[in-house]
């Protein structure tokens, strides 16, 4: 039987130790795009880049409640739900440069992520591509007799294709263990939801495949949690597949590192109203509010962070090129 359950800030169950935990793991993402905007004009990585800066509440909350044997997929816009899967810097950043050390070997750049370690499946960066994927995996689990999960992240874009319609059909229909999770921005680019689909939440869709569904405020990243923690539980059991909901905003432009407010599809008004929403923000000043973390540990906690992308960069900008020779290997042809 399908739900819908929606999912606000409860401060009751505020956990300090968690919060401080999604913290680090948002401003890690955050400061790891920031410098790849910062250095993208520079031309060393040599791919388009979407960035998800201020939707870093998302992937945070939902891989806090996965295990490293859980399984995810995802879209264009993958940096954050790669670096929060886990998945290798080091080799992010050099598959961003075209280099040997990459995670796709320098073949596949910024909308190409995979890391089998951490349980990254795959991106892909055609809409909807990767969600049958993700189902694929989820059915694979079931077949095996395993208790993991499959997380599928999806744009409000993805539900206007026909292949997410099917893919939860037949995941509701076969119980899988799958996990639609969809980061509803508000845009396709330069369309608004507005003039893309009719006026009611994208959670009925959810609801209308008998996907378990949750609603959430995809900026608070303990409530992000909270619903992945029982969403994850549902799935794992046996009880069939779930969808979330997560509203949230992207701050910079649909693809590059720049800022668009000035284009004209959104207005600089709306902007100002969700950077005020800004997930690591409205987390610092609860975790303020329960002395669990200071200016001083804030501060530390950036410097090392600042160290791993240093690093991190460096490693990739040292590392080779693909040899030529390899450049007919992993080719196919029917």
């Known amino acids: 039987m399908n739900t819908t359950t929606t999912h606000s800030r409860d401060e009751a169950a505020f956990d300090p ?3 401080v935990s999604l913290y680090r793991e948002m401003v890690r993402i955050r400061m790891i795009e920031e410098e790849i905007a ?3 004009g520079e031309e060393k990585m040599r791919c388009p880049v979407h960035l998800s800066i201020g ?10 409640a996965l295990r490293k044997t859980d399984q995810v997929v995802s879209t264009h816009r993958c940096h954050a739900h790669y670096l929060a899967k886990g998945g290798d810097l080091k080799a992010m950043l050099a598959e961003m440069m075209g280099r040997e050390a990459g995670c796709c070997a320098g073949r596949g750049g910024s909308m190409h992520l995979f890391d089998r370690d951490a349980g990254m499946l795959l991106s892909l960066p055609i809409v909807a591509a990767s969600i049958p994927v993700g189902v694929g995996a989820a059915m694979a689990m079931k077949q095996r007799g395993e208790d993991n999960v499959a997380v599928i992240y999806l744009g409000d874009a993805s539900v206007e294709e026909g292949v997410f319609h099917e893919s ?6 076969r119980k899988l263990p799958a996990i639609f999770v969809c980061e509803n921005n508000l845009y396709s680019v330069y369309t608004p939801l507005r003039d893309r689909q009719p006026d009611r939440p994208i959670s009925e869709l959810g609801r209308a495949h008998g996907l378990h569904t949750v609603e959430v405020d995809g900026n608070d990243a303990l409530g992000v949690y909270r619903a992945a923690t029982e969403l994850v539980a549902h799935a794992r059991s046996g009880a069939g597949a779930c969808f979330m909901l997560a509203d949230t905003y992207r701050w910079r432009e649909h693809c590059g590192p720049n800022f668009d407010n000035t284009l004209g599809y959104r207005t600089v008004a709306e902007f100002e109203d ?4 800004d997930p690591i923000e409205s987390l610092i000043l609860r975790l303020e509010g329960k002395g669990a973390l200071d200016a001083a540990e804030r501060q530390a906690m950036a410097n090392e962070i600042t160290a791993e992308i240093t690093e991190a960069f460096a490693f990739a900008e040292a590392a080779p090129f693909p040899s030529i020779a390899t450049a007919a290997d992993n080719l196919y042809a029917l």
Do not use: D, M
Request: aromatic share 12%; hydrophobic share 55%.
């Open 17 to 19: 130790v968690l919060g």
């Open 38 to 40: 910062a250095r993208y």
């Open 55 to 64: 939707q870093e509440a998302v992937p945070a909350g939902i891989s806090a």
């Open 168 to 173: 939860a059909n037949f995941a509701a229909v």
């Open 274 to 277: 969700w950077k005020g929403r």
